[in-house]
């Protein structure tokens, strides 16, 4: 029995593909907090004045990266974040935001169809160029998907290269260093 689940158990592995990327994790650095966030995710937050960035972000070896950020304002001003400025950098070349969208109110998981939809943060005109803001009122917090372009047509990115980051805050854009890691199917 047990060696027929260990057959088993190797067919299915080796039938699995090969990973197209995973977790980005965040590298110490002063004034950067880690975490986790309720996924699991490894996540870096950054502080600038009033306002704060929680990331968690992915790297892909054939396709776009994506970052998961949620900025708060624990201010009495509203601010405003360029999200333009988004990219990531790494030996495969720069990845440059293509998309970004407010999920603060989207849910997917309920029965309701009114809150589904997330709304388009940046936009890019047919030259290629990207504009895009985040208004963020005071007291608010709001959660923004990006998606980036892939690093390179020629090169991918792989588990173990160091990847930066360039977050828009609302005084200029902050690095923030990861290091590709290939997700882990089986706990050690």
């Known amino acids: 029995m047990i060696r027929t689940l260990s057959i088993a158990a190797l067919l299915l592995l080796a039938a699995c593909h090969r990973s197209t990327g995973g977790p980005l994790e965040p590298v110490e650095a002063p004034g950067l907090l880690l975490s986790q966030d309720a996924d699991g995710r490894p996540t870096a937050t950054i502080r600038t004045g009033p306002v704060s960035a929680r990331v968690a972000a992915h790297w892909s070896d054939t396709g776009g990266q994506s970052a998961n950020i949620v900025y708060t304002n624990r201010g009495t001003a509203p601010v405003r974040i360029d999200l333009t400025t988004l990219a990531m950098t790494g030996p495969a070349g720069e990845a440059v935001v293509m998309s970004a ?26 030259r290629g160029t990207a504009s895009g803001v985040l208004a963020l009122p005071p007291g608010a917090e709001r959660r923004v998907d990006a998606q980036l372009s892939p690093f390179s047509n020629t090169v991918a990115a792989s588990d173990g290269n160091a990847i930066t980051l360039r977050l828009p805050m609302p005084n200029g854009s902050r690095d923030i260093r990861f290091v590709a890691r290939k997700p882990s199917l089986l706990s050690l």
């Open 101 to 126: 969208a407010d999920v603060s109110e989207t849910d997917l998981l309920d029965a309701r169809t009114d809150n589904d939809d997330a709304r388009s943060l940046l936009q890019r005109d047919a």
